[in-house]
């Protein structure tokens, strides 16, 4: 009986760690913002640096902040990403130039896929997302 118990509370456990794990630690992924905060600001109704203010990018099209000048490519992309969701958003920050051929964004990319999780986490969390 106690090896039956055992092995369900060792089941619980494991599932629950691999759903955190797929949210992303949102703590994390403010740390790992830091190299974005240098081209992005993520407050509703901050203005623009290198790159566009993020607030609302789960919700609005993609390369739609009316100030700001998006790459051809971009432009180009935005048509067959609409919004931004997990998916779309792991790709490109994987790797920009990659994902958007002749996209400005001059950011390498995250390689590991628990940096891009936790960052996506972050910024479903400060920019507004439902």
Not at 66 to 76: C, K, L, P
Not at 77 to 96: M, V
Request: negative net charge; contains cysteine.
């Amino acid at each position: 009986m106690k090896r039956i118990s055992m092995a369900i509370l060792a089941a619980a456990a494991m599932a629950a760690s691999t759903a955190a794990h797929a949210e992303g630690d949102v703590a994390k992924g403010e740390k790992i913002f830091k190299r974005c905060a240098m081209c992005h600001t993520l407050e509703e109704g901050a203005g623009n640096r290198i790159g566009p203010n993020l607030w609302g990018m789960f919700s609005r099209p993609v390369a739609s902040v009316e100030d700001f000048r998006y790459s051809q490519a971009m432009q180009e992309k935005a048509g067959e990403i609409g919004t931004w969701d997990e998916e779309s958003l792991d790709a490109y920050l994987t790797r920009p130039r990659d994902y958007v051929p002749g996209t400005n964004m001059a950011f390498a990319g995250l390689r590991k896929e628990s940096d891009r999780t936790n960052l996506i986490a972050y910024l479903k969390e400060a920019t507004g997302a439902e």
